[in-house]
């Protein structure tokens, strides 16, 4: 099962920051999870929200902004304000770090409130310039983002991310050809993880921080868990 940890370790560290990053793969991570926007100059950088307010000193969304002046915004957690790794990173600094590893890195495309033109053919053409290809794998809660995704490279592998129930969720995963599917873990149940299993599809459950939902998920043979603390989750994984 892979131990994937949401936005980094983000229980300890600010989310979806270089320092988060390094911290989740010591803490014993098998896969990352983050977020894709882009800058107002078409760079592809780190963070979860449209806009920088909730994690950042500053307000505004990150399309009108550029790299240069989303680098400029302090962290808001006061502890780490003056940590030159608690910045908004550019995905390829995150590749950087994951290419020293041999981690699975979950790439969440925020496109379900803004479609960034080309963010789909800018973050394959990043993967594969790093070759690694084979150990990422594109998220979104935009079945146009999925479908993009696979026809720009219909090798890369796709995960379908949904937040409600959604009944024929496996056929609209078959029809876009996606890899995966990624419920809120509310939505779970066994029937859900048979059917994705039967149809060949991987059952990665989000944000799972109860250590009673990470044993019953490991048990119930699942293929990976997003939590925001992967030291607690590995520690599930090991257990005898």
Same mark, same amino acid.
């Given at each position: 099962?892979?131990?994937? &940890? ?15 990053f390094k911290e989740?793969?010591?803490?014993? &991570? ?41 680098? &400029? ?38 496109t379900d409130e ?103 998920f490991r048990n ?21």
């Amino acid at each position: 099962m892979i131990n994937f &940890a949401h936005r980094g370790d983000s229980i300890n560290y600010p989310e979806n920051t270089l320092l988060a990053f390094k911290e989740a793969i010591k803490a014993g &991570a098998s896969g990352i999870e983050l977020d894709v926007h882009k800058t107002k100059d078409n760079k592809l950088v780190v963070i979860h929200d449209e806009d920088i307010e909730r994690t950042f000193l500053g307000k505004g969304l990150v399309k009108n902004f550029t790299l240069e002046e989303l680098k &400029a915004f302090k962290c808001r957690r006061v502890l780490f304000r003056d940590n030159p790794e608690c910045h908004i990173p550019t995905l390829e600094e995150v590749l950087d770090i994951v290419k020293k590893s041999n981690i699975i890195l979950n790439i969440e495309l925020k496109t379900d409130e803004i479609h960034y033109e080309g963010i789909e053919e800018d973050v394959i053409n990043l993967i594969k310039k790093y070759a690694l290809n084979n150990n990422v794998l594109l998220s979104s809660f935009n079945l146009d983002s999925i479908r993009i995704c696979k026809e720009i490279d219909s090798n890369i592998k796709t995960g379908l991310l949904y937040y409600k129930t959604i009944e024929n969720i496996i056929e609209i995963a078959k029809a876009l050809k996606a890899d995966a599917i990624h419920p809120y873990l509310e939505l779970v149940n066994e029937e859900l993880i048979r059917e994705a299993h039967k149809y060949n599809l991987e059952l990665n459950i989000y944000t799972v921080n109860d250590p009673k939902y990470m044993r019953m998920f490991r048990n119930a043979g699942v293929d990976g868990l997003f939590t925001d603390d992967p030291k607690l989750l590995k520690e599930i994984i090991m257990e005898k």
